[in-house]
């Protein structure tokens, strides 16, 4: 299977020890990577078929100076299409006047929606079907420009048809929000203040965010497998569709927390 990644924050944040991390994650998903990024109403999205351990894309964007509000990447491990650019994740449409970008982690079988002019895949895999599928209906859906609760009741509403096909987790964002779908395996935490350190579980680095951060600074980040050892990581139930905004998950009532240790 393929590995998630997403950033969501109130304020641009860095994502480089997040993704530095997950891209080790390649040595066994070896198929492509990408990563996309928000800056303003614009998107960034860079994108290969090659490994992200030996892609000279990926040492550029370790490089890159990428501060964001919503981040989206994903490493592939390919069961549906070849090993191309146009199959590479995630994928990217606009949507009233909004850049949209995708990505998924599974297998639909035998997935083949019908689909108008509007939102056609580029490529071949089941992924970006599906990707097509949810922006006609998210179109259908709505007259005129919905709100993030509008868009999470009608995805709530859109999401099971797909997952009957398969596995289906995933993530989807336009900048204002990033919603996340368990099929079978993902997990989230939440930092705010008190900012510490962490560790990262695959790579020997660690960070204190303390000393990157204020107090005001929140951030969530989700991924298929816990990327840190001494974190909270809370995992997300299979059929579950969380929402994240300004850098906390928005669909817990108001007096639920993530556990802390």
């Known amino acids: 299977m393929c590995q998630l990644l997403g950033l969501n924050a109130n304020t641009p944040t860095d994502v480089v020890f997040s993704f530095t991390g997950f891209a080790t994650r390649a040595q066994e998903h070896k198929d492509g990577f990408g990563i996309a990024f928000f800056e303003g109403n614009g998107a960034r ?9 030996l892609s000279p894309v990926a040492e550029m964007v370790r490089r890159y100076p990428i501060r964001s509000e919503n981040v989206i990447a994903h490493i592939r491990k390919a069961t549906q299409g070849r090993v191309a650019l146009e199959n590479t994740h995630p994928f990217q449409r606009e949507l009233w006047g909004r850049y949209w970008v ?3 982690n599974g297998d639909l079988k035998g997935y083949a929606p019908r689909l108008h002019g509007s939102f056609r895949p580029v490529g071949d895999t089941d992924s970006e079907r599906a990707f097509c599928w949810l922006m006609q209906e998210l179109a259908k859906a709505h007259a ?3 709100t993030v609760e509008e868009l999470s009741a009608t995805l709530r509403e859109l999401v099971p048809s797909v997952a009957a096909f398969g596995t289906f987790n995933f993530m989807l964002s336009n900048g204002q929000a990033l919603w996340a779908h368990c099929s079978t395996q993902l997990h989230y935490l939440q930092r705010e203040h008190p900012f510490r350190a962490a560790r990262l579980a695959d ?24 990327l840190t050892r001494d974190e909270p990581w809370t995992a ?6 969380a929402v994240f905004r300004d850098g906390r998950r928005t669909d817990l009532p108001r007096s639920t927390t993530p556990p802390t240790p």
């Open 236 to 241: 997300l139930a299979p059929g579950e569709l």
């Open 144 to 146: 005129s420009v919905p």
């Open 102 to 104: 995708f990505a998924h």
């Open 203 to 226: 790579e020997d680095l660690s960070v204190d965010f303390a000393d990157l951060t204020t107090p005001s600074d929140r951030v969530a980040v989700i991924v298929t497998e816990p």
């Open 45 to 53: 999205l860079f994108v290969d078929a090659q490994s992200a351990r």
